[in-house]
């Protein structure tokens, strides 16, 4: 329905002026009185969530530049290893330092979105993410390189607090999940691009182009620099400092059925004043509260599925792609190519599942995901059984050499095995536990809450990438992978029995639910 106002003419009778013109699809216009036409014309314009869109992209640069600050090493450090004649412990420690410094960053967050608020945090935290690549990409030293690495993983530590924390808060109820999958897309988009970057840049510049690869980072961090100044704050937090009004206005900028819905606006601003008058009222969010028996459910829940996000082995498949598909049979050429190609249906899944997430629930979503999962890690697994290795199991003895080539359909099983798996990832185990986590966190502790379960997905993440290459030693790539698949059928039971249901939940009910006194 098109509906269309005549301007004002000077010359008109009043009568004309107060027309409104309405052409319905059938039949012949007619002239209708503006109080007719005004109910109409508020319920048939349609309703844009464009800016909550556009707030939400611009937030995710953080996340992107977390994928391509931790994927940008993998092709860069051939050239770096080579020119600075690094030993393997010298190339591991510069792959992983940014893993420590991210769990440190993201212990500090917590303090830092209480403190200064989502966005000034969102805003600042680009400095990291500028001043760490501008050190490695100008280092003429494996130091220096060290210590980039480092600041840049403070950044990384830092946006996987705030920016989960922010898309939660400023988001629906009817829009977080989608958000959620942003954010985890941008993650897989930010690696993907890194892949790109070293595969134009490093085979034409190999004797600088690592530099040119850690430089380009630099160019989203200026960008979000410039745009966070554009994006509201956090409603949440506003009202926290009693900035209502300012929160009004974001809420209705945020979700556009607000602005006509003043009942629904008060009704939010109210349970968010009301979960904060709580939390004041039982002394504030402090570090040892998060010990308290009434949070406890939420806390183990929140841990638990930020270490079984990691010790699944999805970094272990990421990181060592090319040298399983190689082990397996395929030239060196083949396996990087094979690398490439089925990290794209990945991508494509967390595309995907950002429009699935608001019409399936969250549950069905994780167990589908982690029952393909443990599916997938039994045929990779598989891909590399022999029976040789099963013999040398019976005996005691496991197969220590990774690089033994399979033939037939071994090695397609090894990468199917790898292309399911990551699918499987992205549809739950990835994207899930950190919308989660913020959905049950209560407001009183959230901030702090998400950065100890960021900190403590951070450490599993380098305990899996430190243990991966003592596990295949000790007990063979088959059993290795088939560990991976026992704890991923640990994570389903997991999710089974003690994740709730929060699709559809406003946080503040989710609240009720969940904590008790």
Known sequence: MDLKTFPEDPHSSPTDSDLFYEQKKMGSPKYVPQEEAQPLLQKEVPQSNTRLYLTAATAVLSTFLFGYNTGNISGAMIPIAAQMKLTTFEQGLLVSVILISAAIGSTVAGTLVDTLGRKKTILWNNFFYVIGPVIMTLSPNYELLVIGRFITGLGVGIAIVVISLYLSEVAPATHRGSLGQMRQFSVTFGILVSYIVGYLVLPRTYVYGWRIVFACAIIPAVLQFILSALIPESPRWLVSRNLDAEARRVLKLMDVTLIKDTTKLNSIIEEIQLSLAESMASGGGTWGELL?????????????????????????????????????????????????????????????????IERIRRRVMFIAGLSVMIVSLGVLGGGFFSVEELRSVIRGEHTTDVNRHLTGVFKWMAVFGVLFFRISFAMGLGPL????????????IRGKATAITSMVNWLSNFAVSLSFLPLLEALGTTITYWFYMLLAFFCLLFVIIMVPETKGVSLEELERRLIRE
């Open 433 to 444: 536990p950190g919308t989660i986590q913020t959905e049950i966190c209560p407001s009183r």
């Open 292 to 356: 308290q028996k009434k949070y406890q459910r939420v806390l183990v829940i929140s841990i638990a599925l930020s270490i079984f996000q990691q010790v699944t082995g999805i970094n272990t498949v990421i990181y060592y792609s090319p040298t399983i598909f190689y082990s397996a049979g395929f030239s060196r050429d083949d396996a990087l190519l094979i690398t490439f190609v089925v990290a794209l249906p990945q991508l494509c899944t967390i595309f995907a599942s950002i429009f699935l």
